[in-house]
């Protein structure tokens, strides 16, 4: 059951009578007006002069900062028409907005590209705020331009969903869709992709059921080391055939009701998946501590951010949502092991 | 130094390693009462309890959500525990109580919580919550330590001391002859669990939750099941079928039981069973409250919103318009009009749907919302259908500002109709007029206003307007390049400057001014002329404080000590964020005196003062400074200039020609720099400093450094120099597109040429080991008359 629900949530509901392939899945533009995807990489990029997106949507959409927002040239004819204010977080002074470039030529306008826009207080940042959709059987899928490039088929750069779950994975060669694994070609424009059934050598990892933790893994991206495969292995108990090769962590997350924690894998070993090979990997708990403190005269101080908690396999835990826990910093008598004092980070770190 | 903690960090329940977990110090042994009764109310879904908070400083009557799945113990919002005094300044924090009517109970320490969320349902609910806000949330940290009765149909919930009786727990449902179940719970990641029968008779797990109104089924497994809509079929407790009592609601379950997640109990389940749960000895008793009526409506909403189909959500809005669920289904309505793409007619129903599912009295505050954002968008369409509901709302909205609002955002997009193609004229006045009726001084409807009459050719009216917009952050850059537009096309013009838009601005800022003007005495003699230098950045803080004092303080300390005393030079730094003025000439010269961040004034290189503070603090300030300076005036300097300097126009750009000879001592170390500083300079920025004062624009020796201090004839050194303003502007504006290329950050490009009637060449002498600066003069440049 648990399998049959990872796939629901992570790579598509199985409809065997749909599978294998090749097929041919239509794609359509969608902007997302309220954003809750996940991208696996950072996507925002500064404005600079304007946004720059090849292929077919044209040159340089022009941008002019304003006090209170900026100027959009939305249709790419080099003249800013539209004036972006956004929504102003009071309190952090952070703006957000989202727009939609069009390219105006003399055919008439071309595709839509929905962007997102924010100011985080150094200057006006932009990236995709939409994705090239489809489905294929009962599986929704949506491409992303991650890298912001106007094309949707770069891989390792711009990303994909499957199913209705919010993470996305970068953009690999295979995906499993409908619980198969296949070959996977976007056209650049992200008009179409193809799916042919994936025959090469597989072994199978397992990074769910030797998750040492209370809260439920909610993402576990896995990429290939040339950068052509991502997996997210998130709920697959009982682990996922993937190609062969040598696999890391790219990201994962953790969570518990509204609880969530990003899992960094960079000091992680390198996964092996060799031709038939199974492995699951052990990590989470026990995890360990370090901090570093700063001491003048009788006075100590603990900084939130110098804490760092890694996993049995070396994996970092980062940004602990919500704030407000506390480790307990016990302070101690070298010789006696008495405790001296305690110390907590206030409620509001 | 990093080491090793002895400790596992484990903020949240899932990391095995609890042993040694704080959270176990925090909540073992909140203070303790007999328990009593909570008066609670089902606010937008939310179960809400107004209570009071106190700590030894304060007491404040405030609303909390209860979450009794809620992994945290007291969360509260900063304004509160500031309020408070939560937290002490070395960070400890300090015991809340949380009054309830007939007892109390304290917490060791409040944590952060969704401060958005409390803040906009404090906005939309205040007339149902009352007076005072919501702050913050009571979990499960709080009432783990209790029995608790959730009694939702009387209104209430019951607190009970723990007392285990000693007997292993029950291990099946007891029936009861009044009806009444006990079922045995399971707690896990301290919340408690209910066992459940799913339809296949299949044993799982649903959580007992108050956080939300409806209650949950697990998205996966109903999708599993080929029922996206959440319409599984029976889940029972015992005997009770809770599908017969509620429509579940698909929702993505983060949550682990070994039984595997059905579910979770939410609000509208306990509107019909009274659930009374006992921890110590895991059971929990259940009586039905109140009979089962199935919502139909509610399972035909969750059908529509799994489809994800616009169509069949409008269907449902149809058929119920005044269910429980038509608001958030004319938001998801809006959403997938616009993410499908759809036509304006489309948009603009649902825009309707919005309306009219809001509350009566916050309607035009929410369309005030949506036009914006649609605005940004570029739905014009839809920005005029949603200003005319807001405006037809407007009267009975909470927030009288927010017809303004509307006004003045219907004004703009009428306003930008009318210069593009020259329509709505009479709609953009009718409504910016209004908005400034009701909003006079804000900086964007006074801009788009003189945009109306610059349009019309109404300059005077227009030059009146720009005036006001050009002191306020938000509009003041626009303003002012307006007022520079506008200023030569006025009946009586004179040219644009520093000077007149000062005039005209007077008394609509804020000024500080010195009472004297200082004089050498014996008490206060001068052996130098002192340089004092001021790092500040044009969006630190606000009207109220940040850079406003520095410059408020500048601007009394230009005023007492003459230039033949004191030169003053303004540098702008790129923190907190990149403003016009910001030169690499600032960020080198603040990085050889390991400055850092703007808001500090250094005195001859070696002494400081606070530069930012509020605005009442600039009296303080200047003192400091002033101080400062007199006390280094006594200390001689061998430094002596000779500086002679004029302005003049070369192939048109103005050139800053001169010689120079300096006097001194030659040093290991020694540099000399000469500056281009401007008296006065206009940039409208958050801090709400409208005129930045001898601002430093760039070297006449061509490098920030300045030149090694060498004699030329054993005695002095001579400098000439030939520098065209436009060069130097250029310059700064390429420093500018670094900051935006490496990515710290971008400003509006404004006030870029250097103003030659502002200018003014700034000489000194100073170690570069210590930035310690020996010996400053400043000369005002000849050739101004041709300049004007």
Same mark, same amino acid.
């Given at each position: 059951?648990?399998?049959?629900?990872?796939?629901?949530?992570?790579?598509?509901?199985?409809?065997?009578?749909?599978?294998?392939?090749?097929?041919?899945?239509?794609?359509?533009?969608?902007?997302?007006?309220?954003?809750?995807?996940?991208?696996?990489?950072?996507?925002?990029?500064?404005?600079?002069?304007?946004?720059?997106?090849?292929?077919?949507?044209?040159?340089?959409?022009?941008?002019?900062?304003?006090?209170?927002?900026?100027?959009?040239?939305?249709?790419?004819?080099?003249?800013?028409?539209?004036?972006?204010?956004?929504?102003?977080?009071?309190?952090?002074?952070?703006?957000?907005?989202?727009?939609?470039?069009?390219?105006?030529?003399?055919?008439?306008?071309?595709?839509?590209?929905?962007?997102?826009?924010?100011?985080?207080?150094?200057?006006?940042?932009?990236?995709?705020?939409?994705?090239?959709?489809?489905?294929?059987?009962?599986?929704?899928?949506?491409?992303?331009?991650?890298?912001?490039?106007?094309?949707?088929?770069?891989?390792?750069?711009?990303?994909?969903?499957?199913?209705?779950?919010?993470?996305?994975?970068?953009?690999?060669?295979?995906?499993?869709?409908?619980?198969?694994?296949?070959?996977?070609?976007?056209?650049?424009?992200?008009?179409?992709?193809?799916?042919?059934?994936?025959?090469?050598?597989?072994?199978?990892?397992?990074?769910?059921?030797?998750?040492?933790?209370?809260?439920?893994?909610?993402?576990?991206?896995?990429?290939?080391?040339?950068?052509?495969?991502?997996?997210?292995?998130?709920?697959?108990?009982?682990?996922?055939?993937?190609?062969?090769?040598?696999?890391?962590?790219?990201?994962?997350?953790?969570?518990?009701?509204?609880?969530?924690?990003?899992?960094?894998?960079?000091?992680?070993?390198?996964?092996?998946?060799?031709?038939?090979?199974?492995?699951?990997?052990?990590?989470?708990?026990?995890?360990?501590?370090?901090?570093d403190y700063q001491r003048e005269g009788s006075q100590i101080t603990f900084q939130p951010d110098q804490v760092w908690l890694t996993g049995a396999a070396g994996?970092?835990?980062?940004?602990?949502?919500?704030?407000?826990?506390?480790?307990?910093?016990?302070?101690?008598?070298?010789?006696?092991?008495?405790?001296?004092?305690?110390?907590?980070?206030?409620?509001?770190? | 130094?990093?080491?090793?903690?002895?400790?596992?960090?484990?903020?949240?329940?899932?990391?095995?390693?609890?042993?040694?977990?704080?959270?176990?110090?925090?909540?073992?042994?909140?203070?303790?009462?007999?328990?009593?009764?909570?008066?609670?109310?089902?606010?937008?879904?939310?179960?809400?309890?107004?209570?009071?908070?106190?700590?030894?400083?304060?007491?404040?009557?405030?609303?909390?959500?209860?979450?009794?799945?809620?992994?945290?113990?007291?969360?509260?919002?900063?304004?509160?525990?500031?309020?408070?005094?939560?937290?002490?300044?070395?960070?400890?924090?300090?015991?809340?109580?949380?009054?309830?009517?007939?007892?109390?109970?304290?917490?060791?320490?409040?944590?952060?919580?969704?401060?958005?969320?409390?803040?906009?349902?404090?906005?939309?609910?205040?007339?149902?919550?009352?007076?005072?806000?919501?702050?913050?949330?009571?979990?499960?940290?709080?009432?783990?330590?209790?029995?608790?009765?959730?009694?939702?149909?009387?209104?209430?919930?019951?607190?009970?001391?723990?007392?285990?009786?000693?007997?292993?727990?029950?291990?099946?449902?007891?029936?009861?002859?009044?009806?009444?179940?006990?079922?045995?719970?399971?707690?896990?990641?301290?919340?408690?669990?209910?066992?459940?029968?799913?339809?296949?008779?299949?044993?799982?797990?649903?959580?007992?939750?108050?956080?939300?109104?409806?209650?949950?089924?697990?998205?996966?497994?109903?999708?599993?099941?080929?029922?996206?809509?959440?319409?599984?079929?029976?889940?029972?407790?015992?005997?009770?079928?809770?599908?017969?009592?509620?429509?579940?609601?698909?929702?993505?379950?983060?949550?682990?039981?070994?039984?595997?997640?059905?579910?979770?109990?939410?609000?509208?389940?306990?509107?019909?069973?009274?659930?009374?749960?006992?921890?110590?000895?895991?059971?929990?008793?259940?009586?039905?409250?109140?009979?089962?009526?199935?919502?139909?409506?509610?399972?035909?909403?969750?059908?529509?919103?799994?489809?994800?189909?616009?169509?069949?959500?409008?269907?449902?809005?149809?058929?119920?318009?005044?269910?429980?669920? $038509? @608001?958030?289904?004319?938001?998801?309505?809006?959403?997938?009009?616009? !993410?499908? +793409?759809?036509?304006? &007619?489309?948009? *603009? =129903?649902?825009?309707?749907?919005?309306?009219?599912?809001?509350?009566?009295?916050?309607?035009?505050?929410?369309?005030?919302?949506?036009?914006?954002?649609?605005?940004?968008?570029?739905?014009?369409?839809?920005?005029?259908?949603?200003?005319?509901?807001?405006?037809?709302?407007?009267?009975?909205?909470?927030?009288?500002?927010?017809?303004?609002?509307?006004?003045?955002?219907?004004?703009?997009?009428?306003?930008?109709?009318?210069?593009?193609?020259?329509?709505?004229?009479?709609?953009?006045?009718?409504?910016?007029?209004? $908005? @400034?009726?009701?909003?006079?001084?804000?900086?964007?409807?006074?801009? !788009?206003? +003189?945009?109306?009459? &610059?349009?019309? *050719? =109404?300059?005077?009216?227009?030059?009146?307007?720009?005036?006001?917009?050009?002191?306020?952050?938000?509009?003041?850059?626009?303003?002012?390049?307006?007022?520079?537009?506008?200023?030569?096309?006025?009946?009586?013009?004179?040219?644009?400057?520093?000077?007149?838009?000062?005039?005209?601005?007077?008394?609509?800022?804020?000024?500080?001014?010195?009472?004297?003007?200082?004089?050498?005495?014996?008490?206060?003699?001068?052996?130098?002329?002192?340089?004092?230098?001021?790092?500040?950045?044009?969006?630190?803080?606000?009207?109220?404080?940040?850079?406003?004092?520095?410059?408020?303080?500048?601007?009394?300390?230009?005023?007492?000590?003459?230039?033949?005393?004191?030169?003053?030079?303004?540098?702008?730094?790129?923190?907190?964020?990149?403003?016009?003025?910001?030169?690499?000439?600032?960020?080198?010269?603040?990085?050889?005196?390991?400055?850092?961040?703007?808001?500090?004034?250094?005195?001859?290189?070696?002494?400081?003062?606070?530069?930012?503070?509020?605005?009442?603090?600039?009296?303080?300030?200047?003192?400091?400074?002033?101080?400062?300076?007199?006390?280094?005036?006594?200390?001689?300097?061998?430094?002596?200039?000779?500086?002679?300097?004029?302005?003049?126009?070369?192939?048109?750009?103005?050139?800053?020609?001169?010689?120079?000879?300096?006097?001194?001592?030659?040093?290991?170390?020694?540099?000399?720099?000469?500056?281009?500083?401007?008296?006065?300079?206009?940039?409208?920025?958050?801090?709400?400093?409208?005129?930045?004062?001898?601002?430093?624009?760039?070297?006449?020796?061509?490098?920030?450094?300045?030149?090694?201090?060498?004699?030329?004839?054993?005695?002095?050194?001579?400098?000439?120099?030939?520098?065209?303003?436009?060069?130097?502007?250029?310059?700064?504006?390429?420093?500018?597109?670094?900051?935006?290329?490496?990515?710290?950050?971008?400003?509006?490009?404004?006030?870029?040429?250097?103003?030659?009637?502002?200018?003014?060449?700034?000489?000194?002498?100073?170690?570069?080991?210590?930035?310690?600066?020996?010996?400053?003069?400043?000369?005002?440049?000849?050739?101004?008359?041709?300049?004007?």
């Amino acid at each position: 059951m648990s399998l049959l629900i990872a796939l629901g949530l992570g790579l598509g509901l199985a409809s065997p009578e749909a599978m294998p392939g090749p097929h041919h899945v239509d794609l359509s533009a969608k902007s997302f007006r309220t954003w809750k995807v996940e991208l696996p990489t950072d996507a925002f990029r500064p404005v600079g002069d304007g946004i720059a997106l090849p292929v077919d949507l044209g040159g340089l959409y022009k941008v002019e900062v304003l006090a209170d927002g900026l100027m959009l040239d939305t249709d790419g004819d080099g003249v800013v028409d539209q004036k972006i204010v956004g929504t102003l977080d009071k309190v952090t002074g952070e703006r957000t907005a989202r727009a939609t470039l069009q390219k105006m030529g003399a055919e008439g306008s071309g595709p839509a590209y929905p962007i997102r826009l924010q100011n985080l207080g150094k200057g006006w940042t932009w990236a995709c705020g939409g994705a090239q959709v489809g489905t294929q059987g009962d599986t929704k899928l949506a491409v992303f331009d991650a890298n912001g490039n106007g094309r949707f088929n770069d891989v390792g750069e711009d990303a994909i969903t499957v199913g209705s779950g919010d993470i996305a994975m970068l953009l690999g060669k295979t995906v499993y869709v409908g619980g198969h694994l296949h070959n996977l070609t976007v056209a650049a424009d992200g008009s179409s992709l193809e799916l042919v059934p994936f025959d090469g050598p597989t072994g199978t990892l397992n990074l769910e059921s030797k998750m040492d933790s209370k809260g439920k893994l909610l993402s576990a991206l896995v990429v290939s080391e040339d950068g052509q495969q991502c997996f997210d292995l998130a709920g697959a108990s009982a682990g996922l055939a993937l190609p062969t090769g040598t696999y890391h962590l790219h990201r994962g997350r953790l969570g518990l009701g509204n609880a969530t924690v990003q899992i960094d894998g960079t000091d992680m070993k390198p996964m092996v998946v060799e031709a038939g090979s199974s492995q699951q990997v052990a990590w989470g708990s026990p995890v360990r501590a370090e901090f570093d403190y700063q001491r003048e005269g009788s006075q100590i101080t603990f900084q939130p951010d110098q804490v760092w908690l890694t996993g049995a396999a070396g994996e970092r835990y980062l940004g602990w949502s919500p704030i407000g826990k506390s480790p307990e910093f016990s302070i101690v008598e070298r010789n006696l092991g008495t405790e001296i004092e305690k110390a907590l980070f206030p409620g509001s770190c | 130094m990093k080491l090793s903690a002895a400790w596992s960090r484990v903020p949240h329940v899932w990391q095995s390693v609890a042993a040694a977990c704080a959270l176990a110090v925090l909540f073992a042994a909140p203070a303790r009462a007999q328990g009593g009764t909570i008066p609670v109310r089902v606010v937008d879904g939310h179960l809400v309890v107004s209570c009071d908070l106190s700590t030894a400083a304060n007491r404040i009557p405030v609303n909390l959500f209860i979450e009794y799945e809620g992994a945290h113990g007291l969360q509260l919002h900063n304004r509160a525990a500031a309020g408070l005094r939560a937290e002490s300044s070395d960070g400890k924090s300090a015991p809340i109580t949380i009054h309830f009517p007939d007892f109390a109970i304290t917490v060791p320490k409040r944590e952060l919580g969704d401060e958005d969320l409390f803040e906009d349902f404090t906005k939309y609910h205040s007339q149902e919550i009352g007076e005072n806000a919501l702050v913050g949330s009571i979990g499960a940290e709080v009432l783990a330590q209790w029995q608790v009765g959730l009694h939702l149909a009387e209104g209430q919930i019951v607190l009970t001391p723990l007392a285990p009786n000693g007997q292993a727990p029950i291990g099946s449902v007891v029936t009861f002859d009044d009806g009444s179940i006990q079922v045995p719970i399971s707690l896990i990641n301290n919340r408690v669990w209910l066992p459940v029968r799913r339809p296949d008779g299949t044993p799982g797990a649903m959580m007992v939750g108050t956080g939300q109104y409806d209650s949950w089924v697990d998205r996966g497994w109903a999708e599993s099941l080929g029922k996206p809509a959440g319409d599984v079929g029976p889940v029972k407790i015992g005997p009770i079928d809770l599908h017969t009592f509620v429509a579940l609601r698909p929702e993505r379950m983060v949550e682990v039981h070994p039984d595997g997640v059905v579910g979770k109990v939410g609000l509208n389940l306990l509107e019909h069973l009274d659930i009374d749960i006992d921890r110590a000895n895991r059971v929990a008793k259940i009586q039905i409250a109140a009979p089962a009526k199935f919502p139909t409506g509610d399972l035909e909403f969750f059908r529509a919103r799994a489809l994800e189909d616009a169509g069949a959500v409008e269907a449902f809005l149809n058929d119920h318009k005044d269910s429980r669920l $038509a @608001a958030e289904a004319s938001k998801l309505l809006l959403n997938l009009r616009i !993410d499908e +793409g759809g036509s304006s &007619e489309e948009i *603009g =129903r649902a825009v309707q749907w919005v309306c009219d599912s809001t509350p009566k009295d916050l309607r035009t505050t929410r369309m005030y919302d949506l036009m914006r954002e649609m605005s940004d968008a570029g739905q014009t369409v839809v920005v005029l259908e949603a200003g005319k509901l807001g405006v037809a709302a407007g009267r009975d909205d909470r927030y009288p500002n927010a017809v303004h609002q509307v006004h003045g955002l219907l004004g703009r997009t009428y306003l930008e109709d009318y210069e593009k193609n020259g329509e709505h004229a009479t709609e953009a006045w009718r409504h910016l007029l209004s $908005a @400034a009726f009701g909003l006079p001084e804000d900086g964007s409807i006074n801009l !788009d206003l +003189g945009r109306f009459y &610059e349009k019309q *050719g =109404r300059y005077n009216r227009a030059y009146s307007r720009y005036v006001q917009a050009v002191i306020q952050p938000d509009s003041g850059p626009q303003a002012l390049e307006a007022l520079q537009r506008v200023q030569p096309l006025l009946d009586d013009s004179t040219a644009f400057s520093v000077d007149t838009i000062e005039r005209m601005i007077a008394g609509k800022v804020r000024n500080f001014g010195a009472a004297t003007q200082f004089e050498p005495s014996e008490k206060e003699p001068v052996d130098r002329v002192v340089m004092v230098e001021f790092f500040t950045n044009g969006h630190q803080g606000d009207e109220k404080g940040g850079a406003i004092g520095g410059a408020l303080a500048q601007e009394g300390l230009m005023q007492h000590f003459g230039p033949e005393y004191v030169v003053f030079v303004a540098h702008h730094l790129a923190n907190p964020q990149p403003d016009p003025l910001c030169t690499s000439l600032a960020r080198d010269r603040a990085k050889q005196l390991g400055i850092t961040d703007p808001g500090v004034f250094v005195i001859d290189g070696v002494a400081g003062a606070p530069g930012a503070g509020k605005w009442r603090d600039a009296e303080a300030i200047y003192q400091k400074v002033r101080d400062a300076v007199v006390a280094r005036m006594r200390e001689f300097t061998e430094f002596e200039f000779e500086l002679d300097c004029r302005l003049e126009q070369v192939d048109g750009a103005w050139h800053v020609i001169g010689t120079g000879d300096v006097y001194g001592y030659e040093e290991n170390g020694l540099r000399i720099q000469l500056l281009v500083t401007e008296a006065g300079v206009l940039a409208p920025g958050k801090s709400t400093v409208v005129v930045h004062r001898a601002v430093a624009r760039g070297p006449l020796t061509g490098s920030n450094e300045g030149l090694p201090f060498e004699f030329d004839d054993g005695e002095h050194m001579h400098l000439a120099w030939d520098v065209s303003l436009d060069d130097l502007s250029q310059a700064n504006q390429a420093f500018l597109d670094e900051l935006q290329t490496t990515g710290l950050g971008s400003t509006v490009r404004i006030s870029k040429a250097i103003d030659p009637h502002q200018v003014r060449v700034v000489a000194y002498v100073y170690q570069s080991n210590t930035g310690e600066i020996l010996g400053s003069a400043q000369v005002t440049p000849q050739g101004l008359e041709q300049a004007q």
